[in-house]
């Protein structure tokens, strides 16, 4: 006995024969073996299985299952039981739904893929599920952006394709369903941001609901634009006149139109902005003004300075013929006593492209017969100009009216001349 104790090969074959025993005992535990590795041919195992619904129709919707997952025990001849390929990958759990109607249904839990040397059982081995009638509906696909476009630029209405996405399930979900939603982020973006994004249920709690949609995702276009707004702008009023014998032709801004950014309420008001005043005066050749434009509190804008170039030209002169229309004569009677046509010489000079293109209908001349008393009152008319920045009329002589008290009822209309009265 010592002898075998001290051999160096009986030491080896007894460790062997230990390890092979631990090595049992191990992998038995593992996989819940009952027995003790070799007092008995058969153990056990025990899965924890997901449990799978069949036999479920495209027109039924499982809205509940009282367990996802069974145990199922395996009893058999150990070596099956070890063996993953065998047992653990095919074994599934499940339970059959087909032909049931809608409805709370209490179904057993059925075992497949048991090797014939095994035998199977499940617990619970009953399960309560509940199938609904599985409905369409279309619901439409709300955006909303996320994040901030890079300074300066905004982002704009979201477009969406396609617009809707159709949902199936159980009728009571869908009737919740309020929208189908999406997120785009466009931070730091200063170009139009295109993406492919999930679609996301929400009821009408604003709970994210997941149930069946066609299409899962959607493309969404974010047009990303400067800020602001762009608005034109208008030379100012002039001051002065050019020198004797020349006129001013043209007065243009460059660039004629600036963009404006602030506060959405301000530049919504914002039509137009204008120049400072522009000195013409005593002018004989054109030139160009460096001006700064004067913007709303809280408003600013690109450029903040623009050109105001002013074309300066030798006066043209052309004498036009124009009716003397009388206003403020309610009450009275007034009667254009000279000149005895009732038309007045008017001298208009300026740029000659413009004193040649006025028309004597484009110029009026005015008496204002309000403040006059009845009499006769010699009175110098006022003449209105299409264009004022380009054209100038010289003074006109006076003209005489002769005012009387209106005693036939007012009949006589503003602007009328009555009677036919000429003469000094």
Do not use: C
Not at 114 to 125: F, Y
Not at 329 to 342: H, I, M, Q, S
């Amino acid at each position: 006995m010592d002898r075998w104790l001290t051999n160096n090969n009986v030491a080896k074959v007894v460790a062997l024969l230990m390890a092979v025993m631990l090595w049992g005992v191990v992998h038995m535990g593992e996989t819940g073996s009952g027995n003790v590795p070799g007092t008995s041919p058969e153990s056990f195992r025990v899965l924890v299985k997901e449990l799978k619904v069949r036999g479920l129709s495209e027109t039924a919707y499982l809205s509940s299952i009282e367990r996802e997952q069974v145990e199922v025990r395996l009893n058999g001849p150990r070596w099956l039981l070890l063996d993953p390929l065998l047992v653990g990958e095919r074994v599934e759990a499940y339970v059959d739904v087909q032909g049931l109607a809608p409805g709370t249904h209490r179904v057993p839990v059925r075992v497949s893929g048991v090797p014939e040397a095994v035998r199977a059982t499940v617990s619970p081995d009953y399960v309560w599920v509940a199938i609904e009638e599985k409905k369409r509906r279309t619901v439409p696909v709300s955006v909303q952006v996320t994040g901030e476009p890079a300074e300066g630029y905004v982002a704009k209405t979201p477009t969406v394709r396609p617009t809707a996405v159709t949902v199936s399930g159980p009728k009571s979900l869908l009737e919740r369903l309020t929208r189908a939603q999406v997120y785009v982020d466009v931070s730091g973006a200063d170009k139009p941001v295109e993406k492919r994004v999930s679609v996301h249920l929400v009821d009408r709690s604003g709970n994210i609901v997941d149930v069946e949609r066609q299409p899962k995702t959607v493309t969404v276009t974010v047009p990303i634009l400067p800020s602001g707004a762009v608005v034109p702008v208008r030379p100012g009023p002039l001051e002065g006149k050019p020198a004797v014998g020349f006129a001013v032709a043209d007065v243009r801004v460059v660039p004629e139109r600036v963009r404006v950014y602030g506060p959405e309420a301000a530049i919504r008001t914002l039509s137009s902005l204008t120049t400072p005043p522009v000195n013409v005066d005593q002018r004989k050749a054109s030139f160009v003004l460096r001006q700064r434009l004067s913007f709303p509190p809280g408003v600013s804008g690109t450029p903040d300075t623009v050109e105001v170039r002013v074309a300066i030209v030798p006066e043209a002169a052309r004498t036009l013929q124009v009716p003397v229309t009388v206003v403020g004569a309610e009450g009275k009677r007034v009667t254009l006593v000279e000149p005895a046509g009732g038309k007045v010489a008017v001298v208009a000079r300026g740029a000659p492209d413009a004193v040649a293109k006025v028309a004597e209908s484009a110029l009026r001349a005015t008496v204002n017969a309000g403040m006059l008393p009845p009499g006769r009152h010699r009175v110098v008319p006022t003449v209105t100009l299409p264009d004022d920045r380009v054209l100038r009329v010289d003074p006109l002589p006076p003209v005489t009216v002769l005012v009387e008290p209106d005693e036939d009822g007012g009949r006589k209309r503003e602007g009328e001349i009555g009677g036919t009265e000429r003469g000094g």
